[in-house]
C-alpha cells in the first residue's frame, strides 16, 4: 500500500510563500510519480505539477513560473514550493501518487492524501 500524508498549509498575504511537503509511506518511493492538484471552493479539481525521479517536471500554465517542485527520496519527501502566491490560489491541496509514468489527469492516481488547506488574503 501507498499513503500520502500533506502538511504546511496555511494563511498567508498575496504576494507571500508557503511550502507544502507530502510525505509518502510506501517501499517504492522511487518507482512513483507524484502530482499536485488543489479545489478551489465551488470549483473542479486542477492539476498543478507532478514529477517523478527520472522525469522533468511539469507545471500547469497557472503555476509555472511561481511554484516549484521538488523530491527528496532519502526522506520519502516530496515538496511544492509556492511563490508569490495569489489570491486565486486559495484551495484544498492535494499530493497524489501513482506507479510509473506521470499523467495530469486525476483519474491516472491511486493514491491521494487527505489534503492540506491554503488560503490567501488581500
Known amino acids: 500500500q501507498v499513503r500520502l500524508a500533506e502538511s504546511g498549509g496555511g494563511m498567508v498575504q498575496a504576494g507571500g510563500s508557503l511550502r507544502l511537503s507530502c510525505e509518502a509511506s510506501t517501499r517504492v518511493f522511487n518507482n512513483l510519480a507524484i502530482a499536485w492538484f488543489r479545489q478551489a471552493p465551488g470549483k473542479d479539481l486542477e492539476f498543478i505539477a507532478v514529477?517523478?525521479?527520472?522525469?522533468?517536471?511539469t507545471y500547469s500554465d497557472s503555476v509555472k513560473g511561481r511554484f516549484t517542485a521538488s523530491r527528496d527520496s532519502a526522506k520519502n519527501m516530496v515538496y511544492l514550493q509556492m511563490d508569490s502566491l495569489q489570491v486565486e490560489d486559495t484551495a484544498v491541496y492535494y499530493c497524489?501518487?501513482?506507479?510509473?509514468?506521470?499523467?495530469?489527469?486525476?483519474?491516472?492516481?491511486?493514491?491521494w492524501g487527505r489534503g492540506t488547506q491554503v488560503t490567501v488574503s488581500s
Open positions: 497524489a501518487g501513482r506507479l510509473f509514468q506521470p499523467a495530469t489527469d486525476r483519474a491516472s492516481y491511486d493514491h
Open positions: 514529477s517523478n525521479w527520472n522525469h522533468a517536471t
